[in-house]
């Protein structure tokens, strides 16, 4: 029973791919070739869905994820992600690029700037992140999972949205990846009460919903709950257990400004104190009290957003670069930024 559960959600896989005229079915000789076998020296990654390499496919940079045999939900994961990324296109979801679906591969475009918690966390001795980008990032990211939660006939949720599966192209543009774990909520659902039962939670500690942990019931706001907790890791980037509480706290005692990530010089302390209001409000434990991400959330987003692109501070950087309609970035910033990332690499 459990090999034709397997053979039906491969078979699933592979139409859901095969019916999607934008993306290429790439064999696995070409995929063995391109990895030279799967070669631990392009390996750049791992998760629990499997390894990811860096390569090239027709003359193109990749990244490529390959399902890992023993991967728990590994398959129905693959067939997720196909099933999503084979339908949507947005500036700040990652692009599919193709798929080898007779062995769980998929091809994403690569993003040469990583994940959002390695840039945060400076792994790599990589610069900070300059304050004005981040608040760009977090208004990219609520910008990408309004996006899912507005999809037709049905909202996606994605239900481990982390600072590690948010990626940073060369541009620093931030992108939503692993979509594997998204699931459809009814229309009437969606509409009505906002959340339906599943029969288990899935998603990452620290990042989960609470109530959709104890009681199974999904909706929208289980994502915004996580969203709350990585714009309190822009800001402070810190490890996110117990961080709603020792930013609540800092706000109380007027110590807030010794929360913010000290790498980063001149915060404008007022409004990153108004970006760790939204993030904790996001981050209540009902979800009944969080606020909507389209409404309320967004636009001070995009304010915030806007003030950064403005910045007196940053008048030297004049020209303004606009991937999409969406969002505007100082493009001598960002230049600035890639120099110095670059040379920190040279040095290690």
Not at 122 to 127: E, V
Request: proline share 6%; hydrophobic share 40%.
């Amino acid at each position: 029973m459990k090999a034709f559960r397997e053979s039906e959600e491969k078979r699933k896989a592979f139409d859901a791919f095969s019916n999607s005229v934008r993306y290429r079915r790439y064999t696995i000789e070409e995929i063995e070739a391109a990895t030279n076998f799967f070669s631990e020296s392009l390996k750049i990654g791992e998760g629990g869905y499997g390894p990811v390499y860096k390569c090239h496919l027709d003359h193109t940079p990749v990244a490529v994820k390959v399902l890992r045999p023993d991967a728990a939900q590994g398959r129905s994961q693959f067939q997720r992600e196909v099933e999503v990324l084979s339908c949507i296109r947005h500036p700040n979801m990652v692009l599919l690029l193709g798929a080898c679906p007779e062995y769980g591969c998929l091809v994403y475009e690569h993003l040469t700037n990583g994940s959002l918690d390695d840039r945060l966390f400076c792994r790599g001795n990589t610069p900070p992140i300059p304050w004005q980008l981040r608040f760009k990032i977090a208004a990219e990211i609520g910008t990408g999972l309004l996006f899912l939660h507005q999809t037709k006939p049905e909202p996606l949720v994605h239900r481990d949205l982390k600072p590690a599966n948010i990626l940073l192209d060369r541009n620093y543009v931030s992108k939503i990846s692993d979509v594997g774990l998204a699931r459809l909520v009814p229309p009437s659902v969606a509409d009505n009460v906002t959340q339906y039962r599943m029969t288990s939670a899935a998603g990452t500690f620290c990042y989960i919903d609470p109530e959709y942990q104890q009681t199974g019931m999904l909706g929208v706001k289980s994502d915004i709950y996580s969203l709350g907790i990585i714009f309190l890791q822009i800001l402070t980037a810190m490890a996110p257990m117990g961080l709603t509480h020792y930013v609540e706290r800092a706000i109380e005692k007027g110590t807030f400004a010794d929360m913010l990530d000290s790498k980063v010089p001149d915060w404008p302390v007022e409004e990153a104190l108004i970006m760790a209001k939204i993030g904790l409000r996001c981050a209540e434990l009902r979800r009944r009290d969080r606020p909507d991400l389209g409404k309320e959330v967004l636009p001070e987003l995009n304010r915030l957003r806007e003030l950064a692109e403005n910045n007196d501070q940053c008048s030297m950087f004049s020209g303004y670069y606009s991937p999409s309609n969406q969002s505007q970035v100082s493009l001598q910033l960002v230049r600035f930024f890639q120099l110095m990332l670059e040379l920190s690499r040279i040095l290690t």
